[in-house]
T-cell receptor, first 116, second 112 residues
Framework: DARVTQTPRDKVTEMGQEVTMRCQPI?????VFWYRQTMMQGLELLAY????????DSGMPKDRFSAEMPDATLATLKIQPSEPRDSAVYFC??????????????FGPGTRLTVL | TQLLEQSPQFLSIQEGENLTVYCNSS?????LQWYRQEPGEGPVLLVT?????EVKKLKRLTFQFGDARKDSSLHITAAQPGDTGLYLC????????????FGQGTTLQVKP
């Protein structure tokens, strides 16, 4: 049963610290997405990659957030320095995007980040 | 900018009741998906509808895509406590970037 995995599941850190979240997409999927979910804003797209190349990171605060895919089995989202307003649940999702496809996405369990 | 509006935002009902959740937009989507999210977990894909007017059934859940592919509905018959969760609709644009536009979600609570 193929699944998207994310680590850590929970992270509590202090303001100013660096946070790194990791995601292993489903093998064979060519597109990886990073989302942030809060009660106020709902699910927001931060960035996404196609075949490991960044396609769009316009949803991300660029001064402190960075997203990379060092290889096909790992996507990372870093926040440096972290701020209390970054507290949220961060989801990774992957999908196989094809010319005539339906863009179905499969989500990981999320990383709950609390910045004190 | 494409937007999807879901209604209602919150719904609290008794076990056995029926309910309908709506997802509306002024934009046309090439496909539309419904997800359910339980506390502490990520959204899980329930169904994808592609053709205008399409109706899909998943046990007690019935999904419909509007004829013009701008709106969708989710109807649950005889709701059960296990149906409790956040329901999200998400639309795919015609450019096939892979991106989805998500609605704000409908939080459903089914009381025993």
């Amino acid at each position: 049963d193929a699944r998207v995995t994310q680590t850590p599941r929970d992270k509590v850190t202090e303001m100013g610290q660096e946070v790194t979240m990791r995601c292993q997409p489903i093998l064979g999927h060519n597109t990886v997405f990073w989302y942030r979910q809060t009660m106020m804003q709902g699910l927001e797209l931060l960035a996404y990659f196609r075949n490991r190349a960044p396609l769009d990171d316009s949803g991300m605060p660029k001064d402190r957030f960075s997203a990379e895919m060092p290889d096909a089995t790992l996507a990372t989202l870093k926040i440096q320095p972290s701020e209390p307003r970054d507290s949220a649940v961060y989801f990774c999702a992957s999908g196989l995007v094809q010319a005539a496809g339906t863009n179905e996405q499969f989500f990981g369990p999320g990383t709950r980040l609390t910045v004190l | 900018t494409q937007l999807l509006e879901q209604s209602p935002q919150f719904l609290s009902i008794q076990e056995g009741e029926n309910l309908t959740v709506y997802c509306n937009s002024s934009s046309v989507f090439s496909s539309l998906q419904w997800y359910r999210q339980e506390p502490g977990e990520g959204p899980v894909l329930l169904v994808t509808v592609v053709t205008g007017g399409e109706v899909k059934k998943l046990k007690r859940l019935t999904f419909q895509f509007g004829d013009a592919r701008k709106d969708s509905s989710l109807h649950i018959t005889a709701a059960q406590p296990g149906d409790t969760g956040l329901y999200l609709c998400a639309g795919a644009g015609s450019s096939n970037t892979g991106k989805l536009i998500f609605g704000q979600g409908t939080t459903l609570q089914v009381k025993p």
